[in-house]
T-cell receptor
Framework: DAEITQSPRHKITETGRQVTLACHQT?????MFWYRQDLGHGLRLIHYSYGVQDTNKGEVSDGYSVSRSNTEDLPLTLESAASSQTSVYFC???????????FGDGTRLSIL | GESVGLHLPTLSVQEGDNSIINCAYS??????FIWYKQESGKGPQFIID?????DKRQGQRVTVLLNKTVKHLSLQIAATQPGDSAVYFC????????????FGSGTRLQVQP
C-alpha cells in the first residue's frame, strides 16, 4: 500500500543546530506540505511544493526551508533551531487540489 | 503520544448516540472542505470532504453539512462508538491560488461506554 513516512519520530536537539526532518511518500503525489502543530493551535502551514523544483512559503515559514529534488521526498530543514520551533511536525501529500491530503504520523521535535 | 491541545472544546457523548461536531470557517470564497480525525500520536486521518457546490455529503456513518450562508460546517457521526474518540479538525481551502489547507483548532470527542 502507498504511504507517507516521516523520520525521525522523535528528536531532541540544541538551539543553533541545523536539523532536517525527512518526509517520503509512495503515492506519487505532486503536492506535498509541511505543517506544525502546537498546543492550542490547529495545523499551520510551513512550506509546500507543487512538484519537483517547486517550493512555496506558507504562513509560518521563517526559520525553515525545503527542497524538492524528486517526487517522493520533501525534507524540512531548520537552519538554526530555536526553542520556539519545538513542536510536532506533520508532512502531507495530495494528488490534486480537490483531493484530501494524506498525512504522516509526525515528528516530535524538542529544542533545548 | 503527542497532545494536540489541552484546552480544546470537548463533546462528550454516550456510546450509540449520534454526535454533531461544528466548525465555523473563515472565508466565504473557500471552495473545498475536509474533516479529519486525529488520534493521540497519529497524524490526521481523512474522514469526509465536500465541495462548495454541495450542501450535504454522506459516507459510512458520517455526514457533512455545509451552510455557506453562515459559513458553517458540521460533521455528524451516527451510532458513535468508543473508537470514534479523537480530536476532529475541519479544514478549508480558502486560497484558490494554492492547494494548501487552513485548519480549525479542533474539537475533542469523548465517547462514554
Amino acid at each position: 500500500d502507498a504511504e507517507i513516512t516521516q523520520s525521525p519520530r522523535h528528536k531532541i536537539t540544541e538551539t543553533g543546530r541545523q536539523v532536517t526532518l525527512a518526509c517520503h511518500q509512495t503515492w506519487n503525489h505532486n503536492n506535498m506540505f509541511w505543517y506544525r502543530q502546537d498546543l492550542g493551535h490547529g495545523l499551520r502551514l510551513i512550506h509546500y511544493s507543487y512538484g519537483v523544483q517547486d517550493t512555496n512559503k506558507g504562513e509560518v515559514s521563517d526559520g525553515y526551508s525545503v527542497s524538492r529534488s524528486n517526487t517522493e521526498d520533501l525534507p524540512l530543514t531548520l537552519e538554526s533551531a530555536a526553542s520556539s520551533q519545538t513542536s510536532v511536525y506533520f508532512c502531507a501529500s495530495s494528488e490534486s487540489p480537490f483531493q484530501p491530503q494524506h498525512f504522516g504520523d509526525g515528528t516530535r521535535l524538542s529544542i533545548l | 503520544g503527542e497532545s494536540v491541545g489541552l484546552h480544546l472544546p470537548t463533546l462528550s457523548v454516550q456510546e450509540g448516540d449520534n454526535s454533531i461536531i461544528n466548525c465555523a470557517y473563515s472565508n466565504s470564497a473557500s471552495d473545498y472542505f475536509i474533516w479529519y480525525k486525529q488520534e493521540s500520536g497519529k497524524g490526521p486521518q481523512f474522514i469526509i470532504d465536500i465541495r462548495s457546490n454541495m450542501d450535504k455529503r454522506q459516507g459510512q456513518r458520517v455526514t457533512v453539512l455545509l451552510n455557506k450562508t453562515v459559513k458553517h460546517l458540521s460533521l455528524q457521526i451516527a451510532a458513535t462508538q468508543p473508537g470514534d474518540s479523537a480530536v476532529y479538525f475541519c479544514a478549508e481551502r480558502w486560497d484558490t491560488g494554492r492547494r494548501a489547507l487552513t485548519f480549525g483548532s479542533g474539537t475533542r470527542l469523548q465517547v462514554q461506554p
